[in-house]
């Protein structure tokens, strides 16, 4: 084998190796805590023995190649394959095999830009298929025009940058997320937060009745109603199509915060009658941070998807068809591609969400035969993620226990789950989204477990 030959090979058999890690790593987390199925056992042991006859084919090449060490922080990340993560943001971000594999491979700062042509914009990529993503992206969203961003928050700041005039007012909600408020901040809006109600949803008349308050004052209708469909707090769902009719009846534009929906649920923004969706890849997408979504409709894209005027005073330079609101390019490398390389399975499982609810509703069910839990969200759930209080039970435990609040995490370890908020015993977030039921089942059992163990009673 020549030399040119040989670094070929080489680089393809490195490739090969990491990517049989990645589908090893989704085989042992998808068999926890019961263990592998036959299935999972059989792809294990092909895999293992590729891998075995692949690092002998090298080991044979080449004398000096030595198995890759990986050291200190990259053996923290050790959480998917041991335990089942019930940690309330990261479920509906975790990477697909196919994503792990795209990181892999476009880890490279500039690596997307290989192939970047006239008129020399990201979106505009053909190889890799990033301009065929835009198209599919906003179809997804049912918008007509979709960019990647680096995160929800980013795509906030380009809608309200380029809408807000200083001093104009924007409608959230008073669950709104802080990434909304500095969004209008950097505006230099002012934000005005709709009160949700007793049973902490916010409604279209509230949101209506706050447009009214602040026409009243100011003289001006608001500029932008911001609104997110599930909140971060209890992650109870607010009256999203209400809202997006009282917007079009007022003629205020309307940005739908997907952040826990887009990615995981069905979203159709010209249903709810969005002129703006956002979301948020790392948190629903299973894409590595920063990521997310800006989508909009014909009539809005020249406004937030202008391109750049300015020419250089001296040297008369101009910059194509660069986009204000990114600066020219957005969302580069390893995040988009990992974003890509999920989207296939993205748009599948956004078909199964009733499932998730069910399992979500399944789970909340058997904690609440706990005598003293409660679930602080809406009930029964419509969503995998929860706001439950165990202060009536596990608090009460922790009160004379030597580990205090801790024993409950160290209960949960033992049992193979992870993803609480260590010392947590009042109020505290899960998700159990993208467990499988078996897992749904172990978890359930594992909380009725530890509560019988300290003699508190089950209903
Ligand atoms: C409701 C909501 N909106 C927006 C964001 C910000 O999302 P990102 O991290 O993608 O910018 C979050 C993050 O936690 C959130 O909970």
Redesign the pocket.
Known sequence: MDEQMNKKYLANKLFETQFALEDLREIVRQSLPTGMSNDQSEHYDEIVSGLGGLLEDLGKKNGQTQPVKIVGDLMCRTREEEFINIQP?QAGGRLTPEARKAVIAYGDGYSTCDNCRKPFRLDKIEKPSISTFHTDLAEFVGMDQARVVP????G?QAVASSIIEKGDTVVVSTFA?Y??FLAVEGAGGIVREAPVNEHNILTAESVAHKIDEVKRETGKLPALIMI?H???LFCNEHDIYGIGKVAQEYGIPFLY?G??TVGIMPVNGQKIGADFVVG????SMASA??S?VLATTEEWADKIFRTTQMVGDVTGRKFGIKEVEFLGCTLMGAPLLSMMASFPHVKERTKHWDEEVKKSNYFINEFLRIEGNEVLSEFPRKHALSKVDTTGSFDKVAKTHKRKGYFFSDELKKRGIAGEFPGATRSWKMSTYGLSWDQIHYLSNSFIEIADKYDININ
Not at 151 to 154: D, F, Q, V
Not at 280 to 283: Q, R, V
């Open positions: 943001i995160g929800a928050r980013r906030f997320h990434t909304e997110d599930f909140d971060y915060n952040a826990y948020s890849g790392h948190k941070a920063p997310g």
